[in-house]
């Protein structure tokens, strides 16, 4: 499958951002989906998860109540809204898809990638 990510940007400190990722080529509903990121100079890690379902939601201790995760199937995306962003948030924003199975946090165990929307905080 193929992921488009879009909807990075430079927002301050306490704002809120939207990051949407677009899936096409295959059955968006086999995927568990997933949004990691990557800051300069540290490991790419997960930020959240959903599975193929909908009903299972994995976030990162650091974004737990900030951050929600969703997915619309009619649409073939998954959403990140991202509210009272931190200078921590900065990071390159990844999108992946993992087919089939259970949700899983290592981005080893994801398929298919997308390209990547830069999310900057500034104070």
């Known amino acids: 499958v193929q992921l488009q990510a879009s909807g990075g940007g430079l927002v301050q400190a306490g704002d809120s951002l939207r990051v949407s990722c677009e899936v096409s080529?295959?059955?968006?509903?086999?995927?568990?989906m997933a949004w990691f990121r990557q800051a300069p100079g540290k490991e790419r890690e997960i930020v959240a998860a959903?599975?193929?379902?909908?009903?299972?939601?994995h976030y990162a201790d650091s974004v737990k109540g900030r951050f929600t995760i969703s997915r619309d199937d009619a649409k073939n995306t998954v959403y990140l809204q991202m509210n009272r962003l931190q200078l921590g948030d900065t990071a390159v924003y990844y999108c992946?898809?993992?087919?089939?199975?259970?949700?899983?946090?290592?981005?080893?165990?994801?398929?298919?990638w997308g390209q990547g929307t830069q999310v900057t905080v500034s104070s």
């Open positions: 992946a898809a993992k087919r089939f199975g259970s949700y899983r946090a290592e981005a080893i165990n994801y398929g298919d």
């Open positions: 080529g295959g059955t968006f509903g086999d995927y568990t």
């Open positions: 959903i599975s193929w379902a909908g009903n299972f939601r």
